[in-house]
């Protein structure tokens, strides 16, 4: 992976992200020039109000049975909703950390995902995530870049994931020696393999804290297993785990992406809360292993962040099956619960500059493609 250096002295972008899993939205504050990380601010969450949440979720699942026609009102109203959340916690941030909306030169949103269909057979994806980019830009009287999935998409590539960019970049600013892979545990696995020269591979592994989250809910046990303690306790159903691995989009080792509903709790129909829990566990951890098999690079290690870290079930699983040693975020110094922030505010400013955000090896595009919108203050 090669870039020519932007022309500019750099910004400080602050990026907000908030996943499928429906907690929080993140934020980190990233100095950058798009290409080299300069510094890095304050990081924090502010996590998704309940009445917000359950909005969400039923905002997805009309999203999910949309297929024509306009926009249905429930998707609109969540979206206006979702602004309002987001600007608020963006202004308790900021002065909470001492600062003001004049301390940002840029903001990287990425809004609040309701569904992302991958490329099949000739049709084209379709990523949806909600929030009012335009408003933010207003009330915070700071440009905001926008709609990062939608042109690589529109370019027949998966749209997901975007991250890899950022991960090489924090491995190189690491000065890791030797491939590198870089795992995000979140609703679904993100995988980034660096090699050597940093040239990216990246895919979505399979599920990954998504369908456990759901089975613990289900359960009335709370929104996921804390610390992973109920899994703990359960035992692993490794047939069910194998035929599993046998589903069509285990089966390459591609570019890919996956919606945070493809694999769902009902995997585990019929199983004890524990033995279910503990066997999805070990499933998010298998699906990582077999993706790290399959590559044609052996990574010298696996750097991992996002929430599924903190589930000790997952992680005992994962280091148990992956091909090399897994350390967390946290082990080489970062920030695990902000890598996805700091990405965001990290593409936002390669967006501004006109670099590069997606490539063949992370979404199948045929040649690298910048992306992003951009919402002004006026």
């Avoid at 304050?42 to 996590?47: I, K, L, N, Q, Y």
């Avoid at 590069?356 to 979404?363: E, Q, S």
């Amino acid at each position: 992976m090669t870039d020519s250096a932007p022309n500019s002295a750099g910004f400080r972008v602050l990026g907000m992200m908030s996943g499928t899993s429906l907690d929080a939205v993140d934020l980190a504050i990233v100095e950058t020039d798009g290409l080299e990380i300069f510094a890095y601010g304050p990081a924090g969450e502010h996590s998704l109000p309940d009445d917000l949440r359950r909005q969400c979720l039923a905002a997805t699942e009309a999203a999910r049975n949309w297929t024509t026609g306009p926009e249905p009102d429930l998707i609109t109203r969540t979206g206006l909703a979702i602004a309002a959340f987001q600007s608020d916690a963006v202004l308790s941030f900021l002065e909470s950390e001492g600062l003001s909306p004049t301390d940002i030169d840029l903001v990287g949103f990425h809004g609040q995902t309701l569904i992302h269909v991958s490329p099949d057979a000739g049709r084209p994806g379709r990523s949806l995530q909600i929030g009012d980019p335009q408003f933010l830009a207003r009330r915070l009287g700071v440009p905001v870049i926008y709609a990062l999935r939608q042109a690589d998409l529109a370019a027949g590539g998966q749209g997901a994931p975007l991250a890899p960019v950022y991960h090489a970049a924090r491995v190189r600013r690491s000065g890791f020696v030797g491939p590198t892979a870089v795992l995000n545990l979140g609703g679904v696995s993100n995988l980034t393999l660096v090699s050597e020269d940093h040239a990216l591979t990246a895919f979505d592994a399979g599920p990954a804290n998504g369908p456990l989250d759901q089975w613990i809910e289900r359960h009335g046990q709370g929104r996921y297993d804390d610390g992973g303690r109920i899994a703990a306790t359960g035992a692993i159903d490794e047939a069910r785990i194998q035929s599993w691995l046998s589903e069509p989009f285990f089966q390459t080792f591609r570019p890919k992406s996956l919606d945070r509903f493809a694999f769902g709790p009902g995997l585990v129909e019929g199983m004890s809360l524990a033995d279910g829990a503990a066997t999805l566990a070990a499933f998010s951890a298998a699906c990582v292993a077999h993706a790290l098999r399959q590559a044609p690079v052996s990574p010298e290690r696996v750097i991992v962040c996002g929430g599924g870290r903190h589930n000790a079930a997952l992680m005992g699983e994962l280091r148990k099956r992956a091909p090399c040693p897994v350390l967390t975020a946290e082990d080489v110094g970062w920030r695990g619960d902000s890598i996805e922030a700091e990405a965001w505010a990290f593409l936002a400013a390669r967006s501004r500059v006109g670099l590069p955000i997606t490539y063949p090896g992370t979404t199948g595009i045929a040649e690298p493609l910048t992306g992003g919108r951009l919402a002004t203050v006026d």
